[in-house]
């Protein structure tokens, strides 16, 4: 019942509270922050009361407390408390709390081969039929899905996307003979997503 009501409000949540992050693993452990799994009850107008917890960075704290409070405010019976991390803590504690099957109901993660341990240890969601059914391809950077389809399955909701330039002397590679490199096989729909741009 959990896993169907987390899936119900999944939508909702990511995107109210989770602008501001840019990938998050979807625990099907169903335990909050503490590692106790959340209690179920009902509420006085007969609707199933949820709790879902998020690990989420600290340097994003001042927005996601805004966007968790005005969710919680027009959503009594599904409530989602945040714990914040630095980058390193949020690390540690997501591999530690996969370990011992106390993962949030959703974390930050970069995706990728960070978020590729959590597809290998089966505590994520499959979102691929889900991120079908609502237009997620038509919707995010072509990038962005590629940090968070690993082994074939969706397994995060991408929410923000940071892209680096990279500036070279095309003469001196030219000179050198030395073409562009473009990453490895597994991530060639990321650098397809963006072409070298050439400046005349």
Known sequence: MKSKMFKKVFSGVTACILSAAMLIGCGNSGTTSSGTTSGDTTSTAGEEKVELSF???QTRQTALDALTEKWNSENPNKKVTVSYYATDGIKDACKTAAQSGSLPSMWFNWGGALGQYYVDNDV???????????????KFSAGAMTLCNLSGEMAGYPTSFNVIGVYYRKDLFEKAGVSVPRGSASLSPFFDAFPEQSVE
Do not use: G, M, Q
């Open 124 to 138: 994520t969601y499959d979102l691929t039929k889900y991120a079908a059914d609502n237009n997620w391809a038509d």
């Open 55 to 57: 690990w989420a960075l």
